[in-house]
Each structure stands twice: as C-alpha cells, then as structure tokens.
C-alpha cells in the first residue's frame, strides 16, 4: 500500500483510530482513577480485550500503540499487532518521548524524541506498525504559546514526519492546543490558526508529502474555564473554517483527538462538523479518554467481565462511526443506556 492509501484506510469512512498509546505513567493514573493495579499484566489484559472486541472489525482503522504494547504477546495466542491486523486494522506506535520543558521558556514544553529515531523506526516497522504518532503540546495562558514554543514544535514534528515517510509510514502530526485555561472559543481558533500554518511552513522545508499524512488536531473550543460556552454548532463551524483556512487540501484524513470532553460532547462535536463538512478531508476521531472512558469504569467494576467492558467500548466506537458520518444523535445514546 502506498502512503496515502495507508493513510486513508486510517480514517475511512465510518472508522477512525483508537488511541491506546498511554504512556506507563498516564495509564497510571486511568487506573487509579478505577482502582486497578498499574501492572504490565493488567495493561495488557484491558488492551487486548479492546484489540479483541467486535468493535475493531466495524468502526476502527487503526491502534496507535504504545512502546510496551506492541512488543507484548496476547494471551489469546497473537502477538498484540496480529491481533490488530487479523480485524483487517492498521497497527500504529507512539514514536515520541514526550514533552520536556523548554529551555528559555517558563512552563512550556517540547516535544523531545528524535535522537535514534531512524533506527526505532525500523524497528517498529518489523513488528508491524504502518503509522506513527507524535504529540506537540501547546498551552493558552498570558503570554502563552510563544514563538518559541510554536517553532520548535513544528519543527520537530516536521523533522520526525520526514524520517516516519523515510521508514515508509505514515506520520500523524499531532499539535495539541490544551483546552486547559479560561480562554474563549475565539482565542483558540486564533492559536490553532498560528501553530496549523508554523506546522505546514515547517512540513513543507522538511520535504514531507503531504498525501501520505494525518493530521490530529484539536477542535476548535473553549477553555475548560471559560466563562462564555459554546454550543456544538458553533464548536463545528469555527473548527471546520479554521481546518479549511489552515491545512493544505492535499491532507487526506483529518482525526481529532478527544483532549478532556466527555464521551458524548466528544462525539456530538465530531458529528456536528461532519453533518457540516463540504471539504474532501476525511474527518474523522483518533479518541483516546472518547474512546475508553466507559470500557474504563467497566474494567474498573470487574476486570474478569470481558463482556461488560467490550459491550462499553462497542457502544462508543459505534457512535463515533456514526458520528463520522453525520448520522450521530443523542437518542441513540439513551436507547443504549
Ligand atoms: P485523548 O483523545 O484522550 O485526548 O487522547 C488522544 C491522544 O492520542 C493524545 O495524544
């Protein structure tokens, strides 16, 4: 398959990507928030009951996986990327070390990860990955993102996109604008819009074909503090004319990342701009807390009642499929209840 069929299977439509890619310190703290033990046994065992379930058949395109995940074996008998492509899905790897502080700048961060990349490459490529993941994180405050912040980022994700087409993978470009912050709705179109164009100027010097790439990016929202909410209709339009303004038309699947909204906004916002979208983007969910939250609380109440949690995770990767069509709606959801 070449880079841009890849890509596009990723994001087909009705599908879209699920996020288990949790670092071992984030799983930890899912876990604690449902009482399990952060072990590698029960990590596996919550991942392979997803990677087993009907769901991935039906609504997902492709797993990004983290380092440990992807060189377990399942107790099922697969190693855990057979076990993804054997439901004809896409299995993909989180290649960044995830974000450090930035020298210079007081409480931002960059995302660090490129030394020895090439050869981690190859190697994730032998173990089955077709896609990869890097996340730059941005912060709204005062002064915040600065340009320094916005330049570095876009660069090293631009660099890591070059090496991820070298190894014959398709790169997700993730730059997360945090929904963290008081913010309105208008200043996170507007710094989305800045770090979107430093992304795109830095791809494009980096050589990288666009075609064979994914973005994930954040939907257009206020801050989580913000005195002035927004509806998902407005969350839609700003978030669609803020992709249309900013991402090249030869990016073939868009697929955001869920970043802290609740299951339903989460898919009630990606439906909105779906019902909306006259682009040939593919737009579509790469969910990680969207995706898993309900699954979560399930493991949570009994971590042997595999039917419970894959009943859960079903439920949510079904709405978002429909969500990715434009055909979500909130009855649904209480049908389901
Ligand atoms: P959330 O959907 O929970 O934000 O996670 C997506 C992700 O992969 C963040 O990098």
Redesign the pocket.
Known sequence: MTLEEIAKKMCAKGKGIL?A?ESTGTIAKRFKSINVENTEKNRLFFRQTLFNSQAMKNYIGGV?LFDETIKQKSTLGPTIPELISDNDVIPGIKVDKGAKPLAGSLDETVTEGLDGLRERLKEYYGLGARFT?W?AVYKIANKFPSSQSIKSNAHALARYAALVQEAKMVPIV?P?VLMDGNHDIDMCYKVTTNVLNECYNELTIQKVDLKGTVL?PNMIIPGTESKKKSNSEEIAKKTLECLKKNVPSDVPGIAF????QTEIE?SENLNEINKINDTNFLITF??????QASALKAFGKDQKDHSSIQKAFDHRAKMNSLSSKGEWSKNLEEVAA
Do not use: H, N, Q, V
């Open positions: 996020a890619d990004i993941k996340r993730e997360e994930k990342l869920s970043g802290g989460a790469s969910y990680g807390r969207g995706l």
